[in-house]
């Protein structure tokens, strides 16, 4: 019989040969019970009825599948249930969720069902997440952290049995679920240097909206890699970890209809652009806003504030980056 390493197990080494607390594995604890809870709603979302739309609109306007909901409220569960979170952001709601103010040690952003373009058809979605940590010598005053300020991030494609975690200044792992539906087999990711597997990720019916020196050089250096893009950003966010290559969501600056227009981008600066920034920088990549400002130096004014995102393999982000900065 083999048996692999278990994610708990690997935490256990990694918090001991830092040490530090057990704390840190208690609230991934309550992740992990929390996605594989979702995990099991999605999977068996359909015969229950549960993909469909829950008839109201979220704090950024767009329909709330009923999923969507019962995510956030599985996770906030087991947040509240753990003790250890002082408070919490989620996608799904416009204000700060307190937890425990005063014995919590960490504040936790997340998004419990990304992708959700994908939800009626039972195809991927994401679970991401960033964890800062307290202030623990001084007062705290609870700002909301940039990404460089994290001390961990990752994300579950759900429902696929994989789970990823960046930890600050060790690197990123993968883990797939066993027979027991435990998280095993942690596998450092670290991005590919073989350009010929590189790909490419970005949503190709909006590549006319982008800004001009965006759309010149997805001309000139499209040709050179495999393109994919499913429409979860976990999901193609996996493949770029694997493979090498770039994600990007641009900001939408030539709409035909101005009023379509997305200036500052669309995905989600404190739960989606730092959470995959960082696992990427831990992986050896990097990732840049608009400006070509690095997404982990954004410093996040309010909960839902929005980012253009180029991620991925730094020749190419870097590469992107100087049109950007032109
Ligand atoms: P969705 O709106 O379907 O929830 O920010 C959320 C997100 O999905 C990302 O997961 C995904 O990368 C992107 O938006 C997809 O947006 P487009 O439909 O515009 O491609």
Same mark, same amino acid.
């Given at each position: 019989?083999?048996?692999?390493?278990?994610?708990?197990?690997? @935490? *256990?080494?990694?918090?001991?040969?830092?040490?530090?607390?057990?704390?840190? *594995?208690?609230?991934?604890?309550?992740?992990?019970?929390? #996605?594989?809870? +979702?995990?099991?709603?999605?999977?068996?979302?359909?015969?229950?009825?549960?993909?469909?739309?829950?008839?109201?609109?979220?704090?950024?306007? &767009?329909?709330?599948?009923?999923?969507?909901?019962?995510?956030? /409220?599985?996770?906030?569960?087991?947040?509240?249930?753990?003790?250890?979170?002082?408070?919490?952001?989620?996608? /799904?709601?416009?204000? +700060? +969720?307190?937890?425990?103010?005063?014995?919590?040690?960490?504040?936790?952003?997340?998004?419990? @069902?990304?992708?959700?373009?994908?939800?009626?058809?039972?195809?991927?979605?994401?679970?991401?997440?960033? +964890? #800062?940590?307290?202030?623990?010598?001084?007062? &705290?005053?609870?700002? @909301?952290?940039?990404?460089?300020?994290?001390?961990?991030?990752?994300?579950?494609?759900?429902?696929?049995?994989?789970?990823?975690?960046? @930890?600050?200044?060790? !690197?990123?792992?993968?883990?797939?679920?066993? /027979?027991?539906?435990?998280?095993?087999?942690?596998?450092?990711?670290? *991005?590919?240097?073989?350009?010929?597997?590189? /790909?490419?990720?970005?949503?190709?019916?909006?590549?006319?909206?982008?800004?001009?020196?965006?759309?010149?050089?997805? &001309?000139?250096? &499209?040709?050179?890699?495999?393109?994919?893009?499913?429409?979860?950003?976990?999901?193609?966010?996996?493949?770029?970890?694997?493979?090498? !290559?770039?994600?990007?969501?641009?900001?939408?600056?030539?709409?035909?209809?101005?009023?379509?227009?997305?200036?500052?981008?669309?995905?989600?600066?404190?739960?989606?652009?730092?959470?995959? #920034?960082?696992?990427?920088?831990?992986?050896?990549?990097?990732?840049?806003?608009?400006?070509?400002?690095?997404?982990?130096?954004?410093?996040?004014?309010?909960?839902?504030?929005?980012?253009?995102?180029?991620?991925?393999?730094?020749?190419?982000?870097?590469?992107?980056?100087?049109?950007?900065?032109?």
């Amino acid at each position: 019989m083999r048996f692999e390493q278990t994610f708990t197990n690997f @935490l *256990l080494d990694h918090q001991e040969k830092h040490n530090r607390t057990y704390h840190f *594995l208690i609230l991934m604890d309550a992740l992990i019970s929390a #996605a594989k809870h +979702i995990e099991h709603y999605y999977l068996t979302g359909a015969l229950k009825g549960n993909l469909g739309l829950a008839g109201n609109v979220n704090v950024q306007g &767009e329909d709330v599948m009923r999923m969507d909901q019962i995510a956030h /409220e599985i996770t906030i569960h087991y947040l509240r249930a753990s003790g250890r979170v002082i408070h919490a952001i989620s996608e /799904e709601s416009e204000k +700060i +969720i307190p937890i425990n103010n005063e014995g919590g040690r960490y504040f936790v952003y997340f998004d419990p @069902l990304d992708g959700s373009s994908n939800v009626p058809h039972g195809l991927p979605v994401g679970f991401l997440f960033g +964890i #800062a940590k307290r202030n623990l010598d001084g007062p &705290e005053d609870g700002h @909301l952290r940039a990404g460089k300020d994290y001390i961990a991030a990752g994300m579950f494609v759900i429902p696929t049995g994989t789970f990823t975690l960046a @930890l600050k200044d060790a !690197g990123t792992w993968r883990f797939h679920t066993d /027979e027991t539906m435990d998280f095993v087999k942690p596998i450092p990711m670290i *991005l590919s240097e073989d350009t010929k597997e590189w /790909e490419l990720s970005f949503n190709p019916a909006h590549r006319h909206t982008y800004a001009k020196n965006v759309q010149n050089w997805i &001309e000139q250096n &499209e040709r050179k890699y495999v393109f994919r893009y499913l429409g979860s950003l976990a999901g193609d966010f996996h493949r770029i970890l694997s493979n090498g !290559g770039m994600f990007m969501y641009p900001a939408i600056v030539n709409h035909p209809n101005p009023e379509k227009n997305r200036p500052h981008g669309k995905l989600r600066l404190m739960y989606e652009a730092s959470v995959v #920034a960082f696992m990427c920088r831990e992986a050896g990549g990097t990732a840049v806003d608009e400006t070509g400002t690095p997404t982990l130096d954004l410093q996040p004014k309010e909960p839902h504030q929005r980012t253009a995102l180029y991620v991925g393999s730094k020749p190419l982000v870097g590469d992107i980056a100087q049109v950007l900065h032109g």
